[in-house]
């Protein structure tokens, strides 16, 4: 069998598990009612919210400005800085507000990366309750009264995390990224209903103190903490929430080589973290679907772009072979060949192109319209950005979005197979199958 | 509210059924090209064994509305080369082999008649400016050299659109002229091709560039 008809079945199937995933998402999407449920606290917890920072200067005064104008009484607020030895001026910029306002602490140690911060503070912190926060991100006002809620309205909720949104959409690379955060959060609310969230993100998620006393702290050595406390917490069946209408606005990587950095980090602390808990996870949804669906797409991604490259380089080889013996003859190529084709036969060609590419366009056309629709059910909750512009990014998210993934995830796989060292803040990272084999030896 | 378990078999079931219409429809799609085309090759062959019969029948015309009836029929025939192109092509998964090869087979004869009318007239007339060109392939044997002098002689037949006439044949066919050419001109390498210039036969074995063509065509 020739290799193109091989790759020809290969998109029927990722047409199909495309459309499966969509079809999935769509009726839960049509079948879904938010509970409206409100409860009024008399008297708030008290909460503390930890920002680790490492070479923040240029966001810490943002966070901490907007951190201080919370809707949230503030003798309940504890907000504690740790600055993970930056060498910047993070420290004393932070220490600015610490002399401001007295529910701020700033506290400074050694770098060791973002867990051993977070585990830091969460050790010098007094709350009931702790939100770890990014020193790059900051919440609505309401955001901390609204998931606060959460945990009164189910005394079992564990964990709330919010909704995530871009605060910058100037690059094309920002662009992107805004649809897909409108993606995670989306499929958040589905995991949500699932009762399979596994990432508790950095930015604003809220846990109860007794979690750190029941299943430890942050690890420090993990590359996703915020994934393998999620799963640590799923492996210990606590209870994680989902609060859409809490908004929280995180900057995003600006250019192509910091979002490369930051994906292949997050895949492979997916891949690490995935070895780890899978079979320690009961909750089956979790276990068989969620994570089943997150793997399949690590797989169909790569498997797609491997296709779409290879079909690509084929034409544009088959094309320059046309070109070359012809001798470059672009005149005739091009021009006379349009010349001779009269109008009538134009049509025909066009009309039998698309017939011949029907079930694609429809394809096409289907998906696009499914896409549309996510994202026309997604700005209930988001209505900071003009819908034209939401078009556009759009447009340049299924433009770029198979090649990014599917690069991202390539090179994550390699990491893992033959990466010797990486490094992100003060982590180090060498789970890699060679240095494994390596040690074994 | 439906729960998760439903919302999971609805989803398959959907997807089921929809990828199944798709297919359908791409079949369906298919096969209407494949009927579309096989009419479009009856007619022409209707046209062109009619004009034939009729070139046989009476005295050769050599007015200038004949040669315009045999570059007529030409584009016609290339229509059907042009889709059949698609109907065999390896990205298409309904692929229809029976179908496919019983235009194919009819193709060649409509382009081999169509190949003896214009000789006919090339020779009865005395026109000299005409170039027949008889090229064959066989793609068991020479993908990738086939595919590239493909590209030359379409380079070729833009260039000298109105004065070059160019068939192609697939070597692995059974129809009988095939086999007669096969046989007679010992075709055991592909391409191959016959260039026939003012009652002139040029036979070039393996993949041949365009200026080499090109220059036998002016000689």
């Known amino acids: 069998m020739n290799i193109i008809t091989v790759f020809s079945y290969i998109t029927l199937v990722i047409i199909f598990i495309q459309l499966l995933i969509s079809m999935y998402t769509l009726i839960f999407i049509l079948n879904y009612k938010k509970k409206i449920e409100d409860i009024e606290i008399k008297e708030y917890p008290r909460v503390s919210i930890i920002v680790p920072a490492y070479n923040e200067e240029d966001n810490i005064s943002d966070t901490l400005e907007r951190l201080s104008e919370l809707n949230y009484p503030k003798d309940k607020l504890e907000i504690i800085v740790v600055d993970d030895g930056s060498k910047d001026n993070t420290y004393n910029i932070a220490k600015e507000f610490e002399r401001k306002y007295n529910f701020i602490k700033v506290f400074r140690k050694e770098n060791g990366g973002k867990a051993s911060a977070l585990n830091y503070g969460i050790k010098k912190s007094t709350g009931e309750y702790i939100v770890t926060l990014d020193a790059d991100s900051y919440p609505k006002k309401d955001v901390l009264i609204e998931m606060i809620k959460y945990f009164y309205i189910d005394p079992d909720v564990s964990i709330v995390v919010p909704s995530i949104q871009t605060k910058d959409v100037d690059t094309i690379i920002r662009k992107y990224q805004y649809v897909d955060y409108a993606i995670y959060n989306f499929s958040r609310l589905v995991l949500d209903q699932l009762d399979s969230i596994y990432i508790v993100p950095g930015p604003f998620s809220i846990f109860k103190r007794e979690v750190f006393e029941k299943i430890g702290y942050f690890d420090e050595k993990n590359i996703t903490e915020d994934m393998e406390i999620a799963l640590r917490a799923r492996a210990h069946n606590l209870k994680i929430k989902y609060c859409p209408n809490a908004i929280v606005y995180t900057i995003t990587p600006k250019t192509f080589k910091s979002l490369f950095k930051q994906r292949v980090r997050w895949y492979l602390g997916f891949i690490d973290n995935y070895l780890n808990y899978r079979n320690k996870i009961k909750n089956e949804f979790l276990s068989e679907v969620a994570l089943g669906i997150a793997i399949l797409l690590k797989i169909i991604i790569p498997v797609a772009l491997v296709v779409a490259v290879y079909a690509s380089i084929y034409n544009f080889y088959q094309h320059f072979m046309f070109l070359y013996v012809s001798n470059f003859d672009l005149y005739t190529i091009y021009v006379k060949s349009f010349m001779l084709s009269d109008f009538s036969k134009f049509i025909e060609d066009i009309r039998f192109t698309i017939i011949r590419q029907f079930y694609l366009f429809l394809f096409t056309f289907l998906m696009f319209s499914m896409f549309l629709l996510f994202i026309l059910i997604y700005r209930r909750y988001e209505k900071d950005h003009k819908f034209s512009n939401v078009l556009l990014y759009i447009f340049i998210y299924l433009l770029f979005s198979l090649y990014l993934n599917g690069i991202f995830i390539l090179s994550s796989l390699y990491y893992k197979i033959f990466g010797s060292e990486l490094r992100w803040g003060g982590i180090t990272w060498r789970n890699s199958l060679i240095n494994r084999l390596r040690n074994i030896t | ?219």
């Open chain 2, 1 to 219: 509210m439906m729960d998760n378990r439903s919302i999971i078999k609805l989803a398959v079931i959907l997807s089921v059924l929809s990828f199944s219409l798709g297919v359908m429809i791409g079949y369906s799609i298919y096969n209407h090209i494949l009927n579309k085309v096989f009419e479009d090759t009856n007619q022409i062959d209707s046209l062109v064994t009619s004009a034939y019969l009729f070139s046989l029948s009476k005295n050769m015309t050599c007015e200038k509305e004949y040669e315009d009836f045999l570059r007529y029929l030409k584009e016609k025939i290339a229509i059907v080369g042009r889709k059949l192109t698609y109907l065999e092509s390896p990205e298409n998964v309904f692929y229809n082999k029976e179908g496919v090869e019983h235009i194919k087979s009819q193709y060649f004869n409509i382009q081999y008649l169509h190949f003896i009318m214009m000789n006919n007239y090339i020779k009865s007339c005395n026109v000299s400016n005409f170039t027949l060109i008889l090229y064959f392939y066989n793609n068991d044997y020479c993908y990738e050299e086939c595919n590239k002098q493909g590209g030359v002689l379409t380079t070729l037949y833009l260039r000298h659109y109105y004065d070059l006439y160019i068939y192609s044949f697939d070597s692995s066919y059974q129809n009988y002229f095939i086999q007669y050419y096969n046989e007679k001109y010992n075709i055991t390498t592909w391409p191959y091709i016959i260039l026939i210039k003012s009652d002139k036969e040029y036979l070039f074995k393996g993949f041949t560039d365009l200026e080499t063509l090109e220059k036998y065509m002016t000689t």
